[in-house]
């Protein structure tokens, strides 16, 4: 079964650390990205609920489009610094699976939050933020990959913003979104 993985892990809360796992071939990298990010910024989006928290990652999202002509300026996005992935276990993490087969689904775990879920909402949306640094990073020299990114986090944002985020079209909507851009980008 092919996949590919995202974990976020906060050192402290102002390091974070996103390692990527992958199984896909390599045409099928940059499409497996976009789901991935897609996927898991709305779950995200989803959990955090009608929320300022949320409805502040939907607008920076919704306005990423604006500055594909200076990706770095994204490096400034989130209260944290991008440091690398030590191996170990930060006291916050998150871990984001698209797992592809007869069956594609995505799932999203998190650890370090206990029972009443204590920091969700400034971890979650750094998370999701620090994801998509992650890539911009990776492929800064990319213009192309740069701007299907931005119009797909575009999309998930305008998803939530509209009301039509619910738990049973997010992955049927990451795979829509993350296609869309591609489509709109390569024409």
């Known amino acids: 079964m092919k996949m590919i993985s995202a974990e976020c892990q906060f050192y402290q809360q102002d390091r974070l650390a996103v390692f990527i796992?992958?199984?896909?071939?390599?045409e099928e990298q940059v499409i497996g990205e976009l789901q991935l990010f897609a996927a898991y910024t709305l779950r995200i989006l989803y959990n955090l609920g009608p929320s300022p928290v949320a409805y502040g990652l939907s607008e920076m999202l919704v306005q990423l489009p604006a500055a594909v002509d200076h990706p770095k300026s994204v490096e400034s996005a989130g209260a944290f610094v991008l440091v690398d992935h030590t191996g170990r276990s930060g006291k916050y993490s998150f871990s984001g699976v698209f797992r592809y087969g007869e069956v594609t689904r995505f799932d999203l775990?998190?650890?370090?939050?206990?029972?009443?879920?204590?920091g969700l909402g400034y971890y979650a949306p750094s998370s999701a933020m620090g994801l998509l640094?992650?890539?911009?990073?990776?492929?800064?020299?990319d213009p192309v990959y740069i701007e299907?990114?931005?119009?797909?986090?575009?999309?998930?944002g305008m998803l939530f913003n509209e009301g039509s985020l619910r738990?049973?079209?997010?992955?049927q909507a990451?795979?829509?979104?993350s296609s869309r851009a591609i489509y709109e980008v390569e024409g």
């Open 21 to 26: 796992e992958s199984s896909l071939a390599q």
């Open 109 to 118: 775990s998190y650890k370090g939050f206990g029972w009443l879920g204590r």
């Open 133 to 141: 640094r992650h890539f911009v990073a990776a492929r800064v020299d």
């Open 148 to 156: 299907k990114l931005f119009k797909t986090a575009m999309y998930c």
């Open 167 to 171: 738990v049973d079209n997010q992955l």
């Open 174 to 177: 990451a795979l829509a979104l």
